[in-house]
């Protein structure tokens, strides 16, 4: 962004629309204590730029699609066209160059009675300098996606936070499927591409009246099928460096070390998948260094972890269904 690194309201911003995404402007305004217009202002200028993007995202569970983490590894010189191809696909969300560029990591998501990562792995790019391949299913998120990403910037009071959550009708149980009506699909790519459109928008979008799309989201939202995210440039909030980790952990102590794992501040993602590696984790750091101190004392804190493989990510080349620019380094929850 032209401006430079986020200042105290940018940063009470971002926290705000974290909580958030479809807060109005106004009320966010009245809970930081500053105009209307400010708000406006900052939001535009962020958001323009390029530097932050606010996200409606499907549930994938919820609609009744599974959902599948793919490591694809190349020789150097391929991964990148890999990754490209990948990243073209209808049915992947994100792919991520980890492990000094040989390895590609993708999310890929298809309905329950498919099998979607076979279908996926069939249709990669026939070359022999992909040496290997495995898909883990992802068996239960324990942070990330739907439940938020809870602020690295920690820039509001815990009033301002209170007032600033979204007031969501009770959770529904976790086994509920959300049937799919003709609409949502364009409810949903809209809101992918802006999660603060408009009503109006929406109702273009959909062929639907504005309230139905008022009421549509609001469902989709009190049965958790949909949620808001913030995409933002890492750099802004001084996190240099993202690492994917995947964890052994034996069974019986699985729930207890995710759930410790989750509350950690750099943990942005984790979830249980299947695989010898049972836990994937994404974590974000200020460099380096913090990383260092986050795999000694955190991690060397979970006795029950056997095994972890740490893998840098190098270049995000889609995230949230977007393609991005070369080299740059956005990371969103999910």
């Known amino acids: 962004m032209d401006s430079g690194p986020l200042d105290d309201l940018d940063r009470r911003l971002v926290h705000a629309l974290q909580l958030d995404g479809r807060a109005p402007l106004k009320y966010i305004a009245e809970v930081l204590g500053v105009s209307d217009q400010t708000v406006a202002r900052r939001y535009r200028r ?3 730029s390029g530097a932050m993007r606010v996200l409606g995202l499907p549930h994938a569970g919820r609609f009744g699609h599974i959902e599948w983490l793919v490591r694809v590894r190349c020789t150097p010189d391929t991964a990148g066209g890999v990754a490209a191809a990948l990243a073209r696909r209808d049915d992947t969300s994100w792919v991520s ?4 560029g ?3 990591v993708c999310l890929t998501r298809a309905p329950h009675r498919s099998d979607g990562a076979a279908l996926l792995l069939q249709k990669l790019p026939r070359t022999p300098r992909v040496v290997d391949i495995s898909a883990h299913y992802i068996l239960h998120t324990f942070f990330g996606g ?3 990403w809870h602020g690295r910037t920690r820039a509001l009071s815990e009033e301002q936070v209170r007032l600033l959550q979204p007031r969501l009708a009770e959770p529904p149980p976790r086994g509920l499927r959300v049937p799919m009506r003709e609409g949502d699909g364009a409810l949903l790519a809209a809101l992918a591409c802006d999660g603060r459109a408009g009503y109006a928008e929406l109702a273009a979008a959909t062929g639907w009246s504005e309230s139905t799309v008022r009421r549509r989201l609001e469902y989709l939202r ?4 949909l949620f808001f995210d913030v995409e933002i440039d890492a750099a802004l909030l001084g996190y ?3 690492i994917m980790l995947w964890l052994t952990v034996p069974p019986a102590e699985l729930v207890g070390v995710a759930e410790q794992l989750s509350q950690q501040p750099e943990a942005v993602f984790t979830a249980a998948v299947s695989g010898q590696a049972n836990l994937v984790a994404i974590v974000v750091c200020r460099d380096i260094d913090a990383f260092y101190d986050f795999m000694t004392t955190r991690i060397g804190a979970l006795r029950a972890v056997s095994h972890v493989e740490s893998a840098p990510v190098l270049q995000s080349v889609k995230r949230a269904g977007r393609l991005l620019p070369a080299g740059r380094p956005l990371f969103p929850s999910r």
């Not at 160059?97 to 000094?100: H, M, V």
């Not at 009190?222 to 099928?225: N, P, S, T």
């Open 46 to 48: 962020l958001r323009g």
């Open 97 to 100: 160059l980890t492990a000094g």
């Open 102 to 104: 040989t390895e590609i």
């Open 146 to 148: 739907p439940t938020g």
């Open 222 to 225: 009190d049965v958790r099928a």
């Open 240 to 242: 240099e460096t993202e």
